[in-house]
């Protein structure tokens, strides 16, 4: 199966190709402003020598993250899919950064903490072994004294931005070549229009007061 993996989750941002005859080909860019992902697609398919029509798979990293850059990758998606019904995975950004933990060599029990704003992390813990990453503790909003006790207590700390808090963690970017490794194990295909980010937040709306009537002078 092709894949087309894309992760625009963090500051870094990838597109990668896949296929079981081809090596693994991935176009990386990053830096504030930067958004080109129709640049990154069509490079990366050049480099790959893949087709568009060719792509079985869109895999995308569904956050918590950067919510532009994860709706950026979720409406390129969709769009995929409605001009070709190509097939959706929606994966989680914490779940990749396990993953690429494991790569790494890391084991054992490995925190992933990804910023959520207002000193808060989104926050999970995941147990990694020779059979691979297993979710030991669900994602979820949280403080960032209660990571740093995690990090005081000998924990492993790993995050696109840990260091900003942790002096111990290690800075891990969630990678679409890693996507596309974890989308290869998977079938639990979605429609565009269900792929959501994951925000753990609670949605608050204030009503605007109305609008006040002028008074012709």
């Known amino acids: ?23 693994m080909s991935e176009v990386v860019e990053s830096g504030p ?15 790959a020598r893949v087709e568009r029509g ?5 895999a995308i990293g569904i956050g918590p993250g950067s919510y532009t850059g994860i709706r950026a990758a979720i409406a390129l998606a969709q769009g995929w899919q409605l001009a070709r019904g190509t097939r959706l995975l929606g994966i989680s950004s914490a779940e990749c950064l396990a993953r690429q933990a494991h790569n790494l060599g ?29 979710e030991a503790e669900p994602l979820r909003l949280t403080t960032v004294a ?15 931005e840990a260091a900003r808090w942790f002096p111990t963690a290690r800075v891990l ?3 679409a070549a890693t996507l596309a490794q974890l ?3 998977r079938d639990d295909f979605v429609a565009g229009e269900e792929i959501r980010p994951i925000y753990l937040r609670e949605t608050n709306f204030v009503k605007a007061p109305p609008p006040r009537n002028r008074v012709a002078g």
């Open 1 to 23: 199966m092709k894949i087309l993996a894309l992760e625009f989750s963090s500051a870094r941002r990838s597109v990668a190709v896949a296929s079981p005859a081809t090596s």
């Open 33 to 47: 402003g930067a958004m080109r992902p129709l640049v990154m697609v069509n490079d990366v398919l050049r480099e």
């Open 54 to 58: 060719q792509i079985e798979c869109l």
């Open 106 to 134: 890391l084991a054992g029990r490995v925190n992933v903490v990804i910023d959520a704003q207002r000193d808060e992390v989104y926050l999970g813990a995941y147990h990694l072994d020779a059979a691979g990453c297993h």
């Open 146 to 160: 209660e990571a740093r006790e995690r990090e005081q207590a000998g924990e492993v700390l790993v995050g696109p």
């Open 173 to 175: 970017f969630p990678s």
């Open 183 to 185: 989308a290869a194990a």
